[in-house]
């Protein structure tokens, strides 16, 4: 599963520039809310990468999905969650896996509740390729 998933308000994250809303500062708020990082001192705005675009057209929303680099380890992280951050309640654990191919593949193939969602496929080929990634999810 992904770690962050926010919805864009349009008054709380609004861009400097006027009132349509920036999508950076929706997921930088989901970011803090949900794990407890801190913009500047954990991660940028530059440091996302949005990688794809989904819709729903069954209930008319869409969701762009992403990576961002931290300068935490995930141990911190962890730590940070554990204590409590403001939107807790949003994530029942947090499952720390190694971020290569074989070490995801291995975690999403061997706990029936999760599949190789969309997201987390699309980081996966966005940091290995995807002859790569293709190779070791085609091993299973």
Do not use: M
């Not at 499952?95 to 593949?105: E, G, M, R």
Request: net charge negative; hydrophobic share 40%.
């Amino acid at each position: 599963e992904t770690s962050v998933v926010e919805g864009l308000s349009r008054p709380t994250d609004r861009g400097t520039h006027g009132d349509a809303p920036d999508i950076y500062r929706c997921a930088c708020r989901g970011l803090a809310e949900e794990l407890g990082l801190r913009e500047s001192a954990d991660f940028s705005a530059a440091d996302i990468t949005f990688l794809s675009f989904g819709v729903s057209t069954q209930y008319a929303l869409w969701a762009l999905r992403g990576i961002v680099k931290i300068k935490r380890d995930v141990s911190d992280v962890v730590a940070r969650w554990d204590n409590g951050v403001k939107d807790k309640f949003e994530n029942q654990d947090i499952l720390p896996v190694p971020f290569t191919p074989q070490d995801v593949a291995s975690f999403v193939f061997t706990h029936q509740s999760f599949s190789l969602k969309p997201t987390i496929y699309h980081a996966l080929v966005h940091e290995f390729g995807r002859e790569h990634v293709d190779a070791v999810i085609a091993s299973y």
